[in-house]
């Protein structure tokens, strides 16, 4: 099983293409700043999902290394390596739902 970040690595070229291709078919009617804002944030959200993926599965390869040579089985460092990644998911579904089940609105009130 491989990471988030891993699995959509396909993004990394997709956001900023699909940044340019909205600023050149909207560029006029999306004005000025929020075309900017448009490709800053395409281009920064390619370059977390590289930086996520990259320190990830370093981490990961460090980690299982010290674990292996400190005499754990491979099974017992792939299923520990397998655990947080579950258990971060875990924690973030039960304990931060904080707008699970509201509309739109009632979430931005500025709109």
Aim: charged share 10%.
């Amino acid at each position: 099983m491989t990471g988030f970040f891993i699995d959509h690595l396909w993004l990394v070229p997709v956001l900023p293409l699909f940044g340019a291709l909205v600023i050149m078919v909207l560029g006029r009617r999306l004005g000025e700043p929020k075309a900017g804002w448009l490709a800053s944030f395409m281009t920064i959200g390619s370059f977390l999902i590289t930086v996520a993926a990259l320190l990830g599965g370093s981490i990961g390869l460090v980690a299982g290394g010290i674990l292996v040579d400190s005499g754990w089985s491979y099974g017992t460092v792939m299923l520990s390596l397998v655990a947080g990644p579950v258990i971060a998911s875990l924690i973030v579904w039960f304990r931060y739902p904080e707008t699970a089940h509201l509309d739109l609105d009632e979430i931005s009130h500025d709109l």
